[in-house]
């Protein structure tokens, strides 16, 4: 316990040396231990700490789901970036095309908000250790 003690300053800047101790039922504290594991916690105290620094645990996601969501859409993106650049080449050669370019310009901003709210999502999730 004394090394814990010697660690780096966590949290503000302050030590933590307080131990606060508590009764719980076996069944009480294998749930708790569930929660942190599900939440991608090393260890309880961790998940416990989270919980009073509203700093909420996000739910469990399988960070490797979200790394290939994220790779389609910038596959869906290159395909759309594609769609646009033949369309330009056209109409620089004067062919005459039918489309509306607004729903090119929605269908882009739409891959680029999806892509940056999953970035955010990657950013906050912790790596769960099957």
């Known amino acids: 316990m004394d090394r814990d003690l010697k660690r780096t300053k966590k949290s503000g800047g302050e030590n933590r040396s307080t ?8 069944k009480e ?10 939440y991608g916690f090393r260890n ?11 700093n909420k645990p996000s739910s469990s996601i399988d960070r490797q789901t979200l790394l290939l969501l994220n790779a389609e859409l ?3 993106g290159s395909n759309l970036n ?5 369309i330009n080449t056209r ?7 039918n489309f509306n ?9 739409s891959i680029h908000d999806l892509t940056s709210q999953l970035l955010e ?3 906050n999730v912790r790596i769960r250790k099957n």
């Not at 729903?103 to 882009?108: A, C, D, G, S, V």
Request: no cysteine; proline share 2%; net charge positive.
């Open 91 to 97: 109409m620089k050669t004067g062919e005459k095309i």
């Open 121 to 123: 999502l990657l950013k």
């Open 74 to 76: 910038g596959k869906e």
């Open 82 to 86: 594609q769609i646009a650049r033949a």
């Open 19 to 26: 131990v606060f101790r508590m009764r719980l039922t076996d």
């Open 101 to 109: 370019p607004d729903i090119l310009n929605q269908t882009l901003t």
């Open 29 to 38: 504290k294998e749930q708790i231990q569930a929660l942190a594991k599900q």
């Open 44 to 54: 309880v105290s961790k998940y416990l700490r989270s919980l009073i620094t509203n």
